[in-house]
């Protein structure tokens, strides 16, 4: 099946500082990757959607200028997240869409400290 | 708006036993319904999906039913076992290719 990596699997930041989470499609090309955030004992809630060489769509409530979204390529989207609170730290997972089916990374567990 | 509802959000069952979860969708529009498995601190494990243009789909213990007209679908595991104990997740695909999750179901299943 396909596969899509994300990285890296687990981080520890400081408050304050930012940090890059990278996903992506190794053996086919995603046209929209989404982004999700899922904190401990609840469902998957979806942050954004992005489009190859475009703007990411954020979902409501969700702060674009602090989850920066960058989908260069069809196969690489990065969610970078800027001055990162304690509020922050929770498990970030991407999922690749090729038009028909949509395949997940292993998530990143994000720590603010 | 775009939203699905879960329910139950946990379910105990005795091995052997059937586990029914169902969820309902917000837009007549969505034709892709699949449903996720997901152990802790792992990414969700497709295990079985079901499009708009089918009523019913079986994959061993696993099926899902679909019923457009109410807008619901649902899960049935037959025969559980203790190994299929996880949090269970259904899905709607919205415009744009989106999928929203529902709450998720925690299934306990007692040896």
């Known amino acids: 099946g396909a596969v899509v990596s994300q990285h890296p699997s687990w981080v520890i930041c400081k408050s304050g500082t930012s940090v890059k989470i990278e996903c992506r499609s190794l053996?086919?090309?995603?046209?929209?990757m989404f982004w999700y955030r899922q904190f401990p004992k609840q469902s998957l809630m979806l942050m954004a959607t992005?489009?190859?060489?475009?703007?990411?769509?954020?979902e409501q409530g969700v702060e674009k200028d602090k989850f920066l979204i960058n989908h260069a390529s069809l196969t690489l989207s990065t969610l970078t997240v800027t001055s990162a609170h304690p509020e922050d730290s929770s498990f970030y997972i991407c999922?690749?869409?090729?038009?028909?089916?949509?395949?997940f990374g292993q998530g990143t567990r994000l720590t603010v400290v | 708006g775009e939203n699905v509802e879960q329910h139950p959000s946990t379910l105990s069952v005795q091995e052997g036993d059937s586990a029914v979860i169902k969820c309902t969708y917000s837009d007549s529009a969505s034709n892709y319904f699949p449903w996720y498995k997901q152990e802790l601190g792992k990414r969700p494990q497709l295990i079985i999906d079901i499009r708009s243009n089918v009523g019913e789909k079986k994959d061993q213990r696993i099926a899902v039913t679909l019923n457009k007209t109410a807008k619901h679908f649902s899960l049935h595991i037959t025969e559980t076992q203790p190994e299929d104990s996880a949090v269970y997740f259904c899905?709607?695909?919205?415009?744009?290719?989106?999928?929203?999750f529902g709450q998720g179901t925690e299934l306990s299943v007692k040896p």
């Open positions: 999922s690749a869409y090729t038009g028909a089916e949509a395949f």
């Open positions: 053996d086919f090309q995603a046209t929209t």
């Open positions: 899905a709607a695909r919205f415009q744009g290719g989106k999928l929203i």
């Open positions: 992005s489009n190859e060489g475009s703007k990411a769509t954020y």
